[in-house]
């Protein structure tokens, strides 16, 4: 059974510079949500990957006011990520904000092609270190479960 993929992006964009900043991503597959926050400001060229930021660029309000842009024969796409049925809300600008709802009803691919490596959750580094103690024990119970070796 085939599950539809949905994701949305919370942007904004300063008013006095004109930068773009991403806020938020979340994909939703079935009755799970991931959900990608950023704790500081972050420039959607310093989060997107450059060709998914190009293509998005094009769909982005020109103007401040509040509107919905539906886009559905058009596809963005990112080496193995396809998004489509694009739909933006952009919001009235306020205190030089102005804040855009993003979202994408089908997503196909590689989920997260359209993240910069280092934003990809997919691909963070897991370091993983476990006192020796630790490790002993659970050897210990791990070989209690299973029974003593076996020497052949």
Same mark, same amino acid.
């Given at each position: 059974?085939?599950?539809? /993929?949905? @994701?949305?992006?919370?942007? $904004?964009r300063?008013?006095?510079?004109?930068v773009?900043?991403?806020?938020?991503?979340? @994909?939703?597959?079935?009755?799970?949500?991931? *959900?990608? /926050?950023?704790s500081?400001l972050?420039p959607i060229?310093? +989060?997107?990957?450059?060709?998914?930021?190009?293509?998005? /660029?094009?769909?982005?309000? +020109?103007?401040?006011?509040?509107?919905?842009?539906?886009?559905? #024969?058009?596809a963005?796409s990112?080496?193995?990520?396809? +998004?489509?049925?694009?739909?933006?809300l952009?919001?009235? +600008?306020?205190?030089?904000?102005?804040?855009?709802?993003?979202r $994408?009803?089908?997503? @196909?691919?590689?989920? $997260?092609?359209?993240?910069i490596?280092?934003?990809?959750?997919?691909?963070?580094?897991?370091?993983?270190?476990?006192?020796?103690?630790?490790?002993?024990? *659970?050897? /210990?119970?791990?070989?209690? *479960?299973? #029974?003593?070796?076996?020497d052949?």
């Amino acid at each position: 059974m085939s599950v539809n /993929r949905v @994701l949305s992006m919370t942007l $904004f964009r300063d008013l006095s510079t004109g930068v773009w900043y991403v806020e938020q991503v979340e @994909l939703r597959y079935g009755t799970v949500r991931n *959900a990608l /926050r950023f704790s500081e400001l972050t420039p959607i060229g310093d +989060a997107l990957s450059d060709d998914f930021v190009e293509q998005l /660029r094009n769909h982005l309000p +020109a103007n401040l006011n509040q509107q919905i842009i539906s886009v559905s #024969g058009e596809a963005v796409s990112v080496r193995e990520f396809i +998004a489509m049925d694009m739909r933006i809300l952009s919001q009235t +600008a306020l205190h030089g904000i102005q804040r855009v709802i993003v979202r $994408f009803n089908r997503v @196909l691919g590689r989920v $997260f092609d359209f993240l910069i490596p280092e934003k990809r959750p997919d691909l963070l580094p897991v370091t993983l270190t476990v006192p020796y103690d630790i490790g002993v024990r *659970a050897e /210990r119970q791990t070989s209690i *479960a299973m #029974g003593p070796p076996d020497d052949g």
